[in-house]
């Protein structure tokens, strides 16, 4: 049941008109609660501003995204280059080994 209805049905009840001032009173102040204050709605200037900041994060997103994803490939790059020189390090002891045999 809604405030309205509960309000009606708390009226109707009422027994003089004084308890019903106060019920209507009472309402009031609970809606009056429930409003938002001045300072709390948001002006247009804040929105078009909050819609701005929007509109140039995902650009940053996306280069940082881009940033990520390239040291992932360097990393990468770097990860598979490093074993080729190893392994031609463990080779030309043990081919020098072979040619004094």
């Not at 609660?33 to 501003?49: I, K, L």
């Not at 701005?52 to 280059?81: C, F, H, M």
Request: without cysteine; hydrophobic residues 45%.
């Amino acid at each position: 049941m809604g405030l309205a209805h509960k309000l009606y049905d708390q009226i109707d009840a009422a027994p003089d008109d004084r308890a019903r001032f106060r019920l209507m009173a009472d309402a009031i102040g609970q809606l009056e609660q429930r409003w938002p204050r001045s300072g709390e709605m948001p002006r247009r200037s804040d929105v078009r501003e909050a819609e701005q900041r929007l509109e140039v994060q995902p650009a940053e997103v996306r280069k940082e995204i881009e940033v990520v994803r390239k040291e992932i490939v360097q990393g990468k790059t770097d990860l598979l280059n490093w074993p080729v020189p190893l392994m031609f390090g463990r080779v030309a002891p043990i081919a020098a080994l072979v040619r004094l045999l």
